[in-house]
């Protein structure tokens, strides 16, 4: 599985004009599921996201998580993440899941994040979506499950 998430001061996303999904301060998390992910990882992503240290905390270091500073997800599927560019000038998407187990293992991080985040929402899987956010920093993160031992 691969995240980009941004720290944010606020982020949400529309689909066709209807807002369907927003959060205020905390993480906007774009998330891709590769083929042969499983729920494993999804647990380790969800695990490492939730405790990353990237929150500032009273003297303005990036000390503190998610949860000590009571932040909101937003969390917005994007297979993109797994375009591969190395051939051509068009993104091939071979190393995404595919639609169904990537349904499937969206929903189980999402899942795992309302077990720990109070507010947590989603865009609409599969859909066309415009997303706003603000961004708290700026501050990024890209994570990838296939990169750790």
């Known amino acids: 599985?691969?995240?980009v998430i941004q720290r944010v001061k606020q982020a949400g996303v529309t689909v066709e004009g209807t807002a369907v999904?927003?959060?205020g301060r905390g993480y906007l998390i774009f998330l891709g599921v590769g083929d042969g992910d499983t729920e494993k990882d999804a647990e380790r992503l969800w695990s490492?996201?939730?405790n990353l240290r990237i929150c500032a905390d009273s003297e303005g270091k990036t000390n503190r998580s998610i949860a000590e500073i009571s932040g909101e997800v937003l969390v917005?599927?994007?297979f993109t993440l797994y375009a591969d560019c190395r051939r051509g000038r068009r993104p091939s998407f071979t190393d995404a899941a595919d639609p169904e187990t990537?349904?499937?293992?969206y929903e189980e991080f999402v899942s795992l994040a309302r077990k720990h985040v109070t507010r947590?929402?989603?865009g609409t899987f599969g859909a066309d979506m415009d997303v706003s956010l603000v961004n708290d920093g700026p501050f990024?993160?890209?994570l990838d499950t296939d990169e750790w031992a």
């Open 48 to 50: 490492k996201i939730f």
């Open 21 to 23: 999904g927003s959060c």
């Open 140 to 142: 990024t993160i890209v």
């Open 102 to 105: 990537a349904r499937r293992l």
């Open 76 to 78: 917005v599927s994007q």
């Open 120 to 122: 947590v929402e989603t």
């Open 1 to 3: 599985m691969r995240a």
